[in-house]
């Protein structure tokens, strides 16, 4: 019995190695440097022009990469379009209505393959790129991003379903939702910290709202009531911002969680246990929440990859290629 649980374990052992030869080739932040030089500078202009525009749209992009990577991988599988064949991750309960960005990612990608003379630079680049010049372009922190993603020629609306963490859950379901990407909690409080940016809609924190308030601020509960009508479909889609400064990557959500400001639920949870510490560290140490978050994000951005000769280089971000 016990040799062959060594053999078995020792099988294991050559399937994983293979399968990370396969589709493990290292990412590199170089990878576009000889067949495309023009291609960082290219997608970093298209996301200044629409931050630029509309500030919100740099929250919008990065929780794009996040919603693509938590499902099957960074594989810009949240690109792809349903189609009377074909569901995709669009129309999942946590993208519905909710996640966007789209038509700016399809504007990079124009700009991009008009750059490089050629479909060079894939779809979930794009995205991964386009998330830190978001970050940057808001007051957050640079780093390089690892480059040489492939796009998947699937999606998977269950998988949507499941694998992005609702802000319903409390911290255990968020801890072990974050490490079934293999992601730790310290990943989970910093990266959550991108909640720095951006708004969500009434839908997502109603119940706080009304039936929290024990852990809310009584003025920002009052405020955010004034917003938020009780009856569920009355005003789910208007929008609050998830810290006070929603256009600046700043240290605001953290002292908003310790000052019981935390919008959702799931923010809230970050102080309900063994993470408490972790917040209140990087409430006093933004230096540190900055450097810590630019490390996280590699570490996101570096989920599942296809590489090599896995999937394909996309031509159209929004449908597989014939
Ligand atoms: C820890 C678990 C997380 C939960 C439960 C969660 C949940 C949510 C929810 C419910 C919204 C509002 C969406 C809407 O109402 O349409 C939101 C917005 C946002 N999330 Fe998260 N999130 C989490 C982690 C993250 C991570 C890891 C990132 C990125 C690294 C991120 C980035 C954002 C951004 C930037 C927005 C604002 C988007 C916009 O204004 O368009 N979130 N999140
Ligand atoms: C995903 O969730 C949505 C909304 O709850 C539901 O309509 C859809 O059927 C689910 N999709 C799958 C494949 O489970
Ligand atoms: C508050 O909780 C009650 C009881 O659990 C529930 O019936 C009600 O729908 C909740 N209200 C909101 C606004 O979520």
Redesign the pocket.
């Known amino acids: 019995m016990a040799s062959h649980g060594c053999l078995f374990v020792a099988m294991i052992m050559v399937f994983a190695m293979l399968a990370t030869a396969s589709n493990g080739q290292l990412m590199d932040p170089h990878f576009y440097d000889k067949v495309c030089p023009p291609a960082l500078p290219a997608i970093r202009k298209v996301v200044e022009e629409a931050v630029a525009v509309e500030p919100r749209m740099g929250a919008s992009l990065l929780r794009l990469h996040f919603h693509d990577c938590f499902v099957n991988g960074c594989d810009g599988s949240i690109l792809l379009d349903d189609t009377p064949f074909f569901t995709g991750e669009k129309n999942?309960?946590p993208n519905a209505n909710s996640v966007r960005g789209f038509d700016v990612i399809d504007r990079i990608k124009d700009a991009v393959n008009a750059a490089c003379k050629g479909n060079v630079v894939s779809c979930a680049d794009v995205v991964a790129v386009a998330a830190r010049d978001s970050i940057v372009a808001l007051g957050g922190p640079s780093y390089d991003v690892q480059l040489g993603r492939r796009d998947a020629r699937a999606a998977s609306?269950?998988a949507a379903?499941n694998s992005i963490p609702a802000p319903t859950f409390d911290l255990d379901r968020l801890v072990s939702n974050f490490g079934s990407h293999g992601l730790t909690p310290q990943d989970l409080v910093v990266l959550s910290g991108a909640h720095t940016l951006g708004f969500s809609r009434c839908t997502n924190f109603r119940d706080r709202i009304y039936n929290e308030t024990a852990t809310l601020d009584a003025s920002l509960a009052a405020q955010l009531r004034g917003r938020c009508p009780r009856a569920d479909g009355d005003g789910d889609d208007n929008l609050a911002p998830l810290d006070p400064t929603p256009a600046r990557f700043d240290g605001g959500y953290y002292s908003s969680l310790l000052h019981s400001r935390g919008v959702l639920h799931s923010d809230h949870q970050l102080l309900a246990g063994s993470t408490d510490g972790l917040v209140r560290f990087y409430g006093a140490n933004n230096k540190a929440f900055r450097r810590d978050f630019a490390v996280a994000m590699v570490r996101m951005g570096s989920l599942s990859p296809l590489t090599g000769s896995s999937g394909e280089i996309r031509a159209n971000c929004r449908k597989v290629n014939y």
């Open positions: 999942a309960a609306q269950a379903n």
